[in-house]
């Protein structure tokens, strides 16, 4: 079998060019400060050779890649797919590409997968929200620049984008409440901040309201955890299910429905996030909306400013919007 060609390297090409290997890095980085016939002698060089530079080792011999990193739980849900659209978007109009790191839901994967994915690139955007504060503040401190993404934390520093999804439960069941609604059953989502926050959204809730009872069942993140939750929605005789997210809400519709229960005649149904077809879900569905695409936007922003070393703007908190559907009415009968 035939050999294949040897690479030029930039040893070829100093040798060729009679000077060393440095002066040629330094011509190809665009760095030479001596006489430019000696750097037209390396171009000239170069260019007989066939002499192709290794970008990535340029690169990271520069300080930077010209990409940052996009760290999630789960890429394969629609929220996280907008949000790096926006991001991919935002940082391609100045020349970066984002790599994408998905931990499937593995928390404790998180911290190696994110020095990993920040060791080939400029920066990172971490959207961890199950992540504990141990490893978030460890994270912070050593992957930097780094642009916080769907949490808050009082321990890290870096510029943090989020929503207030303990509000917007809050704002859910206020919704269920003024239908008529009194039994309400929440699908929980994986341990973590998020899961904690509206958790306490619903406590807010009902902490004045007696005549109110919520149960809480076990769940997760996607559509398959909705559907498992199903038989316990069932069994908590509530007349409205709110659950962790619509992927859930999906799943959990489509169970409902198996089964022979209308959604929202027999048990009205909500999510939370808003994917792009939650409202063409039959019905569709009601849900709090996050503006997805706007965080990716944003968070590129502030990655800009952190990698041109410029102080980056405010954190925001971004409050959801109700989107009232077909998935909600009120009970079937009076409480």
């Given at each position: 079998m035939a050999k294949r060609p040897r690479a030029t390297t930039i040893s070829d090409v100093a040798t060729h060019a009679g000077v060393s290997p440095a002066t040629v890095s330094r011509v190809m980085n665009g760095n030479f400060l001596g006489e430019p016939a000696i750097a037209e002698r390396v171009r000239e060089s170069a260019r007989q050779l066939d002499y192709s530079p290794n970008h990535l080792a340029r690169s990271f011999a520069l300080g930077r890649t010209k990409a940052i990193a996009f760290l999630v739980p789960d890429l394969a849900n629609p929220a996280f797919q907008t949000v790096l659209a926006g991001l991919s978007k935002a940082a391609a109009a100045d020349g970066y590409r984002v790599l994408v790191a998905d931990s499937a839901e593995s928390p404790d994967d998180e911290p190696v997968l994110a020095a990993e994915v920040r060791s080939r690139c400029d920066a990172i955007v971490l959207c961890a929200p199950?992540?504990?504060?141990?490893?978030?503040?460890?994270?912070?401190?050593?992957?930097?620049?780094?642009?916080?993404?769907?949490?808050?934390?009082?321990?890290?520093?870096?510029?943090?984008?989020?929503?207030?999804?303990?509000?917007?439960?809050?704002?859910?069941?206020?919704?269920?409440?003024?239908?008529?609604?009194?039994?309400?059953?929440?699908?929980?989502?994986?341990?973590?901040?998020?899961?904690?926050?509206r958790v306490k959204g619903l406590g807010d809730f009902a902490e004045d309201l007696a005549d109110v009872t919520i149960t809480h069942v076990p769940g997760g993140a996607g559509s398959e955890d909705g559907l498992a939750a199903v038989e316990a929605v069932i069994r908590s005789g509530a007349t409205a299910a709110l659950a962790f997210n619509d992927l859930v809400a999906v799943g959990l519709v489509h169970g409902l429905v198996e089964r022979g229960i209308h959604v929202p005649d027999d048990i009205s149904v909500t999510g939370f996030d808003d994917i792009p077809f939650a409202r063409f879900l039959s019905p569709s569905l009601t849900t709090a909306s996050v503006p997805h695409d706007v965080l990716g936007t944003l968070a590129w922003s502030r990655m800009q400013s952190l990698i041109s070393g410029a102080a980056p703007e405010h954190n925001v908190v971004f409050q959801p919007r109700l989107e009232t559907r077909r998935s909600t009415a009120a009970p079937p009968a009076a409480e």
């Open positions: 199950r992540m504990s504060e141990d490893d978030l503040e460890r994270a912070a401190a050593t992957l930097g620049p780094v642009v916080l993404m769907n949490r808050s934390s009082p321990r890290v520093s870096a510029p943090t984008l989020s929503v207030d999804s303990r509000a917007g439960f809050e704002l859910i069941a206020q919704h269920l409440y003024s239908l008529g609604h009194r039994r309400l059953v929440y699908v929980a989502g994986p341990e973590g901040v998020a899961n904690a926050n």
